[in-house]
């Protein structure tokens, strides 16, 4: 048959060509590849026959590669599997493999066609198990440098609590902390309301961690110690020469120190009325002027705001502006106070205990029945805050290794004279009991009657709060408690 030129046989024998051309010049430089590999390689059939085997691994043995392929590989290297695995079809990897007195690593890996084994490729990971041991330890330094840089970068940016830190496993916390979560992960404008004490700063410490802005700075503001002539300048920070006594090089201000980052502005209930309009360009246009500038400048910054007292209702009053109010209100979390969530309180004793005793160096072991009784009960005004500044003056008077009734402040036990204070002539099991019944209904009432979600609430079995509510003459939930 003639074949034309230009003819369709002509042209499919030129791409014919082309192709084993391509495939010829790609098997070249995968033979390269293998050759110069850093890893020693070696490649045999299913009948275990040497087929290739690169520079490093020859080297590796003391051998050279043409006097390898094409033998039987257990003849050319100790304590070989790979003529096992060609037979299993099994990978094995990262096992350890005698040769010439030294403990090497090595990956083997059956190459199946059609569900048959073809060949197999050998790699060697590790030419020296101590290799390995060597690379760990590394690693575990870098670890630790890594641990260490995190810490004290978390350390000069401020922040230091992570959602983890805050200390409480009742519902009413965790619903908090649980929201906390979520809007951490956006850029979204935070408030924080809560009674003084409740751990408000914590949270916005924990925002910031685990938002995106993590690796930034976190600016901590207290609006009320700023005075109203010293707002401006404190805040968005003052040019060269902007008035008598400023310094040489200006200033920068606070919300130009967080750029990037996140701005906590503490008790944002006592900004002056002149202030809050400041403030509200600021969050309005996302930029700031300094006291002498020309022109505004961007910044990018989260904005957390906190306060000890309703905003809504000062709005009401008139005492603050009900547009900052709902620039800052966009996602609000209202932190329990101590006595809404009684069920922390043993865990918040604990931790503060061991925080005081690492810092005092008393050794405490906890607080008695009767103490514990007293706290569970007491309102706890001053909430987490309080309740530390108590513990830490009962170290300095107590003589055991319990804290007791005896060891408390007065001024505490004067406070909740008539309120909660023991009654000295009633017996501890007495008392134990009324706290008990006390907290079981108030966990029936926040739990709607539902008596399952109760017991959870209280860490006990469904029978055991059936068996106490027969007790105390409990009615249901559902009713007047």
Same mark, same amino acid.
């Given at each position: 048959?003639?074949?034309?030129?230009?003819?369709?046989?002509?042209?499919?024998?030129?791409?014919?060509?082309?192709?084993?051309?391509?495939?010829?010049?790609?098997?070249?430089?995968?033979?390269?590849?293998?050759?110069?590999?850093?890893?020693? /390689?070696?490649?045999?059939?299913? &009948?275990?026959?040497?087929?290739?085997?690169?520079?490093?691994?020859?080297?590796?043995?003391?051998?050279?590669?043409?006097?390898?392929?094409?033998?039987?590989?257990? &003849?050319?290297?100790?304590?070989?599997?790979?003529?096992?695995?060609?037979?299993?079809?099994?990978? &094995?990897?990262?096992? %350890?493999?005698?040769?010439?007195?030294? @403990?090497?690593? +090595?990956?083997?890996?059956? %190459?199946?066609?059609?569900?048959?084994?073809?060949?197999?490729?050998?790699?060697?990971?590790?030419?020296?198990?101590?290799?390995?041991?060597?690379?760990?330890?590394?690693?575990?330094? /870098? $670890?630790? @440098? !890594?641990?260490?840089?995190?810490?004290?970068?978390?350390?000069?940016?401020?922040?230091?609590?992570?959602?983890?830190?805050?200390?409480?496993?009742?519902?009413?916390?965790?619903?908090?902390?649980?929201?906390?979560?979520?809007?951490?992960?956006?850029?979204?404008?935070?408030?924080?309301?809560?009674?003084?004490?409740?751990?408000?700063?914590?949270?916005?410490?924990?925002?910031? %961690?685990?938002?995106?802005?993590?690796?930034?700075?976190?600016?901590?503001?207290?609006?009320?110690?700023?005075?109203?002539?010293?707002? #401006?300048?404190?805040?968005?920070?003052?040019?060269?020469?902007?008035?008598?006594?400023?310094? $040489?090089?200006?200033?920068?201000?606070?919300?130009?120190?967080?750029?990037?980052?996140?701005?906590?502005?503490?008790?944002?209930?006592?900004?002056? !009325?002149?202030?809050?309009?400041?403030?509200?360009?600021? /969050?309005?246009?996302?930029?700031?002027?300094?006291?002498?500038? #020309?022109?505004?400048?961007?910044?990018?910054?989260?904005?957390?705001?906190?306060?000890?007292?309703?905003?809504?209702?000062?709005?009401? $009053?008139?005492?603050?502006?009900?547009?900052?109010?709902?620039?800052?209100?966009?996602?609000?979390?209202?932190?329990?106070?101590?006595?809404?969530?009684?069920?922390?309180?043993? /865990?918040?004793?604990?931790?503060?205990?061991?925080?005081? &005793?690492?810092?005092?160096?008393?050794?405490?072991?906890?607080?008695?029945?009767?103490? @514990?009784?007293?706290?569970?009960?007491?309102?706890?005004?001053?909430?987490?805050?309080?309740?530390?500044?108590?513990?830490?003056?009962?170290?300095?008077?107590?003589?055991?290794?319990?804290?007791?009734?005896?060891?408390?402040?007065?001024? !505490?036990?004067?406070?909740?004279?008539?309120?909660? +204070?023991?009654?000295?002539?009633?017996?501890?099991?007495?008392?134990?009991?009324?706290?008990?019944?006390?907290?079981?209904?108030?966990?029936?009432?926040? +739990?709607?009657?539902?008596?399952?979600?109760?017991?959870?609430?209280?860490? %006990?079995?469904?029978?055991?709060?059936?068996?106490?509510?027969?007790?105390?003459?409990?009615?249901?939930?559902?009713?007047?408690?």
């Amino acid at each position: 048959m003639k074949i034309r030129q230009d003819g369709w046989i002509h042209r499919l024998l030129r791409q014919l060509a082309v192709r084993a051309s391509e495939a010829g010049n790609s098997l070249k430089m995968l033979e390269v590849a293998i050759d110069n590999a850093y890893e020693g /390689l070696i490649i045999t059939d299913a &009948e275990g026959v040497i087929l290739k085997v690169n520079r490093a691994y020859a080297d590796f043995l003391g051998m050279k590669m043409d006097e390898m392929i094409g033998r039987h590989v257990a &003849e050319v290297v100790e304590n070989t599997r790979m003529h096992i695995v060609a037979k299993t079809g099994k990978a &094995e990897i990262a096992h %350890i493999q005698k040769i010439n007195g030294h @403990e090497m690593i +090595a990956n083997r890996i059956p %190459i199946l066609e059609g569900g048959r084994v073809v060949a197999v490729v050998g790699k060697v990971m590790f030419q020296d198990v101590n290799d390995l041991f060597a690379m760990i330890d590394r690693f575990r330094k /870098l $670890k630790s @440098e !890594l641990e260490f840089y995190k810490s004290e970068l978390n350390k000069r940016l401020g922040a230091k609590y992570s959602f983890d830190k805050i200390v409480g496993a009742s519902r009413e916390l965790e619903q908090v902390k649980e929201l906390g979560r979520k809007v951490a992960k956006s850029d979204t404008t935070v408030l924080l309301e809560g009674e003084s004490g409740t751990g408000k700063e914590m949270f916005a410490h924990a925002i910031h %961690i685990e938002s995106k802005r993590a690796l930034g700075p976190f600016i901590k503001v207290n609006c009320a110690a700023i005075p109203e002539a010293l707002f #401006e300048s404190e805040l968005f920070g003052y040019k060269e020469g902007a008035f008598t006594g400023a310094h $040489k090089k200006g200033k920068k201000g606070k919300f130009a120190l967080a750029n990037a980052g996140t701005i906590f502005l503490d008790e944002v209930s006592e900004l002056p !009325l002149s202030m809050q309009v400041k403030l509200l360009r600021v /969050l309005q246009e996302r930029e700031i002027e300094p006291v002498g500038a #020309e022109q505004p400048e961007p910044v990018s910054v989260r904005i957390v705001a906190a306060s000890n007292r309703s905003l809504e209702a000062l709005v009401e $009053k008139g005492e603050f502006r009900s547009d900052l109010f709902y620039r800052l209100n966009v996602v609000k979390l209202d932190i329990p106070p101590l006595r809404q969530r009684k069920g922390d309180i043993a /865990l918040l004793t604990q931790k503060i205990l061991r925080e005081l &005793e690492k810092e005092t160096g008393i050794p405490v072991e906890g607080v008695d029945a009767e103490t @514990e009784a007293f706290f569970m009960a007491y309102c706890w005004p001053g909430n987490v805050r309080e309740l530390r500044n108590d513990l830490e003056q009962t170290l300095y008077v107590k003589n055991g290794n319990l804290v007791t009734w005896q060891d408390l402040p007065r001024s !505490l036990v004067t406070s909740a004279r008539g309120e909660v +204070a023991p009654d000295r002539q009633r017996s501890l099991k007495f008392q134990l009991n009324q706290l008990e019944e006390e907290l079981i209904r108030l966990a029936l009432k926040d +739990a709607k009657g539902d008596r399952l979600a109760a017991a959870a609430q209280l860490g %006990i079995s469904k029978s055991s709060l059936y068996a106490k509510v027969e007790q105390y003459r409990i009615q249901d939930g559902s009713k007047q408690l």
